[in-house]
């Protein structure tokens, strides 16, 4: 089990990417294991929903100020899935991709808060603590 700062995370909920020149060339391919686990605590997936494109909020708390209640950049990004179970990011990947200078070789951690029903950036190492490591 993992935590993100007080809370405990569900490692099941985590879509983790080392992202490609065509990821950021174009749209990011999403691990299909990861993304089918995160789907099932997702409200309103079905199968056409999915073909046609879901928005789902992305923030990165990264710039968070608790003393202004700044929660940190949010994104809307679509979630699609073509074919047999192929999942991406489509619009608003761009854009996020961009503010969030996201480079070739770097990995991506999504967690998907389901009360927040939004996606956390965890790309901030010292916010992932393993039990092994306490």
Known sequence: ??????????????????????????NVKLPKK?????LRKMKGVTQETLQNGI???VLNTAEADPNTNYRGDEYTVTLRC????????????GTMKHSMDLNEGETLKLYWDYLEEAFIVLN???LVIDDDEI
Request: aromatic fraction near 16%; include cysteine.
């Open 124 to 126: 901030i190492p010292y």
């Open 34 to 38: 990861q993304v089918m686990s995160v």
């Open 1 to 26: 089990m993992n935590y993100y700062c007080e809370y405990r995370i569900d490692p099941a909920m985590i879509i983790s990417k080392k992202l490609s020149k065509s990821d950021l060339d174009g």
């Open 82 to 93: 073509i074919g047999n179970n192929k999942f991406y990011f489509g619009v608003g990947w």
């Open 55 to 57: 928005e789902v909020k």
